[in-house]
């Protein structure tokens, strides 16, 4: 299995700018998760969808933030518009069932100057 | 809340010692917890998986236990090598009715000098 693919690897954009995070999960599993993570909070959850629906977006940060999955391959996270603050790491993951271990794609390096 | 704590922050030690990297957290009522490593500029990868019910688990030369009682998880790594050298976090899952997200300790940054 190709694993946790997300695109792009590196993402470097103007503040104010919108920003567009992929991520294809491993085929067949029915959960994804978006994380952020930083130096200074180390690893966030924004939100996690089960069988493409959204269970909990507690963690988006702002109304800025917004994620879809329209189908069970494919998910994204939109930062609308970006600000400096927004310079993270973001990972996503994804896990078969319940208590199976979580597989986390190389996430995208995103920096807003 | 749940916080999850793992000390030490930073290790380095010499190849070819036993360590112990620790982790606690402060509400018990978990349903399992993920130990997992990150290379730079990488993602992390899943070494080991403790369901509440159980004590332990072991891969390799790894082992993590759990005492869920008392709030507390550690990894074993036996005959450590410098390619053991990566950050190693640990994550748990709480309890109750759906597929909750991890929450993590900032993890242990591990050196092993060649």
């Known amino acids: 299995d190709a694993g946790v693919i997300q695109s792009p690897r590196h993402e470097v954009t103007e503040m104010g700018q919108e920003v567009t995070l992929r991520c294809k999960p491993i085929?067949?599993?029915?959960?994804l998760f978006w994380y952020r993570q930083t130096m200074m909070r180390g690893l966030e959850l924004l939100i996690y969808f089960n069988n493409n629906v959204p269970i909990d977006d507690s963690g988006m940060p702002e109304d800025r933030f917004s994620a879809k999955m329209p189908n069970a391959s494919f998910s994204t996270l939109k930062i609308q518009p970006s600000e400096p603050r927004d310079s993270a790491v973001y990972f996503c993951a994804s896990r078969k069932l319940v208590n199976s271990p979580l597989h986390f794609g190389n996430g995208t390096r995103l920096t807003v100057t | 809340k749940q916080e999850v704590t793992q000390i030490p922050a930073a290790l380095s030690v010499p190849e070819g010692e036993n360590l112990v990297l620790n982790c606690s957290f402060t509400d018990s009522a978990i349903y399992n917890l993920q130990w997992f490593r990150q290379d730079p500029g990488k993602g992390l990868t899943s070494l080991l998986l403790i369901q509440s019910s159980q004590r332990e688990q072991t891969s390799g030369r790894l082992n993590a236990s759990l005492d869920k009682s008392s709030g507390r998880s550690t990894l074993y790594i036996a005959a450590s090598q410098p390619g053991d050298s990566a950050t190693y976090l640990c994550a748990v899952r709480r309890s109750g009715g759906g597929a909750d997200g991890l929450t993590f300790g900032k993890g242990t940054h591990l050196i092993i000098q060649p």
């Open positions: 085929s067949g599993h029915d959960y």
